[in-house]
């Protein structure tokens, strides 16, 4: 919602050119981050993740309702941000992100996907709009729900990636060179 001085203090320090926000932040917070950052990086891109609270384990909003709750938050950030990530790990076993890691859940969540990207592009066609990053592994299933979105990742205009670069495993096949 809001950034502390140690925030826009580390933007500044660590020169970030991409930073991914979330769609409940206020505006005056990108503001900031942009004249506080034009000094040293020239600037800064903002990709938004579009967070519904409607979304949770075996819940979610039909893609209308998502849709209307999500375009005028696009609307009111495009002084600022391009690029919008529909939703986040919906693949993740626990299901806590609204969907789960089956196969089912996979075929369920891309017919959902489709219909939300359809109407956001109808509504916001200035803008970018990118397939959520997925939890990575098993028993998430990432790979196998990459093959099943297939469609709906080659209708998106770009695809979110978790690398998790920590941990000493930066350099691991299964995580940040996945």
């Known amino acids: ?11 500044r320090t660590a020169r970030i050119e991409t930073l991914k926000m979330m769609s409940f932040t206020v505006p005056g917070v990108y503001e900031r981050v942009r ?25 979610r909003p039909s893609p209308a309702a998502f849709v209307d ?19 986040n790990e919906p693949n993740h076993v626990d299901g806590i992100e609204g969907w789960g890691a ?5 075929r369920a969540f891309r017919d959902w996907y ?10 916001c066609p200035w803008a970018q709009f990118g397939f959520p990053g997925l939890a990575l592994n098993h028993p998430h299933r990432d790979l196998a729900w990459l093959d ?6 080659l209708a998106s205009d770009w695809l979110g990636c978790h690398c998790y670069w920590q941990y ?9 060179l996945r």
């Open 1 to 11: 919602v809001h950034f502390t001085e140690p925030d826009y203090a580390l933007l």
């Open 35 to 59: 004249r506080e950052c034009a000094a040293t990086n020239g600037g800064m891109e903002f990709i938004v993740r579009l967070y519904d609270d409607r979304i949770r384990r075996d819940s």
């Open 69 to 87: 709750k999500m375009v005028p938050i696009i609307r009111g950030l495009r002084p600022y941000a391009l690029k919008f990530e529909i939703h």
């Open 102 to 106: 089956s196969d089912e859940n996979a």
């Open 114 to 123: 489709m219909q939300v990207l359809t109407g956001l592009k109808a509504a």
């Open 148 to 153: 099943i979105c297939q469609e709906a990742i």
């Open 168 to 176: 000493g495993n930066m350099l691991k096949q299964d995580w940040g």
